[in-house]
């Protein structure tokens, strides 16, 4: 992201403070702000929220930003739905840019604008008309009462052709934008729209904010098409990457570290119902790429709940490779057959269910061990196994784990380690890259303390990246991260912290720098001499890096006779070792 006054404009405005505190509670404590930290479950509070620096900071798991990486990181948003959200809060007018011009705004805007008005019209019918009574029925066989059903968003679709379509076009809004969401259709002769959701139960799909952005819809009656039906795909709903349940479970599942994903849009409601409030489940597909990246942004375990019977069982080992690829490693607890989550519980009690939870295996131990009982004996079926089960052993990144892995493998197989190797190795390397998944950001080089203190100082106390100013320190610099940090600084010293970050996505900075800024343990008035200090440090330490190098040269020319340099690398080291003696350590020769 680079510097956009008018993403300065928003931040400024933004109390920070105030959009944290509906998330945690927060105390007062002099200059900052502490609570427990929305990101994890803790118990004592290491969240720190400093206002007048704009940046929030965990000690405890390392969570910190500004307000954008606030918005992003608690309702799963990218930097331009960040930006347009807290615009839209602090009442600031987004100009046109790419991607998100006004009439791109306007066009999302009118789409959200249908669906929620769609929503309203579905669940006034759902507590109203009395087409809707089979609805309330239904309801009420699945021990939903009619509060709670509206509640969780439910609603009703009057068998009527054109009642949604007849409330949308009286309330002003746009049919087109109707038929784009899938709401309504054009009829195909005499012109006009008719409804598509006809005498069905509607559940109303929120993003993780909570905002209506589409429907799933289960026939009542007798129907030739699909019993479930969803809204159409758009610049508003993905049904590969919608996730149902999730605004209500966000607060559960980053208290607990623990999503519990089932198969279904009752499952969901029946485990809120009794309490399992981390539930959550997909638009009615098989689990996508989508789904486990955006799992893993909340929550540290993924615990499949589905069908115990092949169905069930199938899904969640079709799955396995997205959660692999996102680097998530889920569990797996099935079901006894013929049971649901709700009739588990009612039958044997929430305990029950938890115990379930808490007890499931590794995902993908759990599939080593079901085809190696599958396999059984023969050995043509053994090694097909083997074979099936090879993507999913050399998808693992970390090797220790591939070997432990590797390991588990043969003994459920009952073969020796060296052949599964020599299996896997046999195979054909891939270039092709998995799908959907996203490029890995190159591992941050460790900060000198030099540098990290340099980084530290200034984050506290800005002013003195004055100090900086004509001293090109960020090339005499190790951690690129850091160089860039203090380049921008040094260019730009009036600026401050958030201008100086506006081109570096790096998690480690951004933890020092957070953690830096919401630290008010240094002391101020040292802060020039620890500028001075760092300076000194730092090119001291790079004339080290150059008279060791020439040290080098020198050494292997004189190895191989080539004398005609020497004496001009001898001179130049010791050119050096006088500058670092004037920096106050020198180097013998």
Same mark, same amino acid.
């Given at each position: 992201?680079?510097?956009?006054?008018?993403?300065?404009?928003?931040?400024?405005?933004?109390?920070?403070?105030?959009?944290?505190?509906?998330?945690?509670?927060?105390?007062?404590?002099?200059?900052?702000?502490?609570?427990?930290?929305?990101?994890?479950?803790?118990?004592?509070?290491?969240?720190?929220?400093?206002?007048?620096?704009?940046? %929030?900071?965990?000690?405890?798991?390392?969570?910190?930003?500004?307000?954008?990486?606030? @918005?992003?990181?608690?309702?799963?948003?990218?930097?331009?739905?960040?930006?347009?959200?807290?615009?839209?809060?602090?009442?600031?007018?987004?100009?046109?840019?790419?991607?998100?011009?006004?009439?791109?705004?306007?066009?999302?805007?009118?789409?959200?604008?249908?669906?929620? !008005?769609?929503? &309203?019209?579905?669940?006034?019918?759902? #507590?109203?008309?009395?087409?809707?009574?089979?609805?309330?029925?239904?309801?009420?066989?699945?021990?939903?009462?009619?509060?709670?059903? &509206?509640?969780?968003?439910?609603?009703?679709?009057?068998?009527?052709?054109?009642?949604?379509?007849?409330?949308?076009? #009286?309330?002003?809004?746009?049919?087109?934008?109707?038929?784009?969401?899938?709401?309504?259709?054009?009829?195909?002769?005499?012109?006009?729209?008719?409804?598509?959701?006809?005498?069905?139960?509607?559940?109303?799909?929120?993003?993780?904010?909570?905002?209506?952005?589409?429907?799933?819809?289960?026939? &009542?009656?007798?129907?030739?098409?699909?019993?479930?039906?969803?809204?159409?795909?758009?610049?508003?709903?993905?049904?590969?990457?919608?996730?149902?349940?999730?605004?209500?479970?966000? #607060?559960?599942?980053?208290?607990?570290?623990?999503?519990?994903?089932?198969?279904? %849009?009752?499952?969901?409601?029946?485990?809120?119902?009794?309490?399992?409030?981390?539930?959550?489940?997909?638009?009615?597909?098989?689990?996508?790429?989508?789904?486990?990246?955006?799992?893993?942004? %909340?929550?540290?375990?993924?615990?499949?709940?589905?069908?115990?019977?092949?169905?069930?069982?199938?899904?969640?080992?079709?799955?396995?490779?997205?959660?692999?690829?996102?680097?998530?490693?889920?569990?797996?607890?099935?079901?006894?057959?013929?049971?649901?989550?709700?009739?588990?519980?009612?039958?044997?009690?929430?305990? !029950?269910?938890?115990?379930?939870?808490?007890?499931?295996?590794?995902?993908?131990?759990?599939?080593?061990?079901?085809?190696?009982?599958?396999?059984? !004996?023969?050995?043509?079926?053994?090694?097909?196994?083997?074979?099936?089960?090879?993507?999913?052993?050399?998808?693992?990144?970390?090797?220790?784990?591939?070997?432990?892995?590797? !390991?588990?493998?043969?003994?459920?197989?009952?073969?020796?380690?060296?052949?599964?190797?020599?299996?896997?190795?046999?195979?054909?390397?891939?270039?092709?890259?998995?799908?959907?998944?996203?490029?890995?950001?190159?591992?941050?080089?460790?900060?000198?303390?030099?540098?990290?203190? /340099?980084?530290?100082?200034?984050?506290?106390?800005?002013?003195?990246?004055?100090?900086?100013?004509?001293?090109? &320190?960020?090339?005499?610099?190790?951690?690129?991260?850091?160089?860039?940090?203090?380049?921008?600084?040094?260019?730009?010293?009036?600026?401050?912290?958030?201008?100086?970050? @506006?081109?570096?996505?790096?998690?480690?900075?951004?933890?020092?720098?957070?953690?830096?800024?919401?630290? @008010?343990?240094?002391?101020?008035?040292?802060?020039?001499?620890?500028?001075?200090?760092?300076?000194?440090?730092?090119?001291?330490?790079?004339?080290?890096?150059?008279?060791?190098?020439?040290?080098?040269?020198?050494?292997?020319?004189?190895?191989?006779?080539?004398?005609?340099?020497?004496?001009?690398?001898?001179?130049?080291?010791?050119?050096?070792?006088? /500058?670092?003696?004037? /920096?106050?350590?020198?180097?013998?020769?």
């Amino acid at each position: 992201m680079t510097f956009d006054p008018i993403v300065e404009e928003v931040r400024a405005r933004v109390n920070l403070v105030e959009l944290i505190a509906g998330h945690t509670d927060l105390k007062q404590a002099g200059r900052t702000w502490k609570g427990l930290c929305p990101f994890h479950k803790e118990r004592s509070p290491s969240f720190t929220v400093d206002p007048a620096k704009g940046f %929030y900071h965990c000690f405890g798991c390392g969570a910190g930003g500004d307000a954008f990486k606030f @918005a992003m990181e608690i309702h799963g948003l990218s930097f331009p739905e960040a930006l347009e959200t807290l615009a839209r809060r602090v009442g600031v007018e987004l100009p046109e840019r790419r991607g998100n011009t006004p009439r791109d705004r306007s066009r999302r805007r009118i789409l959200l604008d249908v669906t929620r !008005a769609a929503a &309203l019209f579905f669940r006034r019918a759902l #507590k109203e008309d009395p087409r809707a009574e089979r609805a309330r029925e239904y309801l009420t066989g699945r021990g939903f009462s009619l509060t709670e059903a &509206l509640g969780y968003g439910l609603g009703y679709a009057p068998d009527d052709w054109e009642s949604l379509a007849r409330h949308l076009t #009286k309330e002003g809004l746009d049919l087109d934008a109707a038929r784009t969401t899938g709401l309504i259709a054009e009829r195909s002769r005499g012109g006009g729209h008719y409804d598509r959701f006809r005498d069905r139960l509607m559940f109303t799909i929120l993003d993780a904010e909570g905002t209506a952005i589409g429907f799933g819809a289960r026939a &009542l009656g007798d129907v030739e098409g699909p019993k479930y039906i969803n809204s159409s795909d758009s610049e508003i709903f993905h049904k590969g990457r919608g996730v149902y349940g999730l605004s209500w479970a966000l #607060k559960t599942i980053r208290e607990q570290g623990r999503a519990v994903v089932v198969e279904g %849009y009752f499952d969901v409601l029946s485990l809120h119902q009794h309490g399992f409030t981390q539930a959550v489940a997909t638009l009615g597909t098989a689990l996508t790429p989508d789904h486990a990246y955006q799992l893993k942004r %909340y929550a540290p375990e993924v615990v499949l709940l589905f069908d115990g019977d092949d169905a069930g069982r199938k899904a969640a080992w079709r799955a396995l490779p997205h959660f692999l690829a996102a680097d998530v490693r889920p569990r797996a607890a099935f079901l006894p057959s013929g049971e649901d989550p709700d009739t588990l519980v009612q039958k044997q009690g929430a305990p !029950a269910l938890q115990a379930l939870l808490d007890a499931a295996p590794p995902l993908l131990e759990h599939v080593i061990a079901s085809r190696a009982r599958t396999a059984g !004996a023969d050995p043509r079926a053994r090694g097909q196994a083997m074979r099936d089960l090879a993507p999913l052993l050399t998808a693992l990144p970390d090797p220790v784990e591939q070997d432990a892995t590797v !390991a588990l493998a043969a003994r459920s197989f009952q073969v020796s380690e060296d052949s599964v190797r020599k299996m896997l190795a046999a195979r054909p390397e891939t270039t092709r890259a998995p799908e959907s998944v996203a490029a890995v950001p190159e591992p941050s080089i460790a900060m000198p303390p030099a540098e990290e203190a /340099l980084v530290r100082v200034l984050v506290q106390q800005p002013g003195l990246a004055e100090l900086l100013v004509g001293t090109e &320190l960020d090339r005499s610099m190790r951690a690129p991260i850091a160089a860039r940090f203090v380049r921008a600084a040094a260019q730009d010293p009036a600026a401050g912290t958030n201008r100086w970050l @506006a081109d570096i996505d790096d998690p480690a900075l951004l933890r020092l720098v957070t953690g830096s800024a919401v630290d @008010a343990t240094g002391a101020p008035e040292q802060g020039t001499r620890v500028v001075t200090d760092c300076i000194r440090r730092i090119q001291r330490d790079r004339l080290r890096d150059e008279v060791e190098a020439l040290a080098r040269e020198i050494s292997q020319r004189e190895s191989r006779g080539e004398i005609s340099e020497l004496g001009r690398l001898q001179q130049l080291k010791i050119e050096k070792n006088r /500058l670092m003696l004037a /920096l106050g350590t020198a180097r013998a020769g």
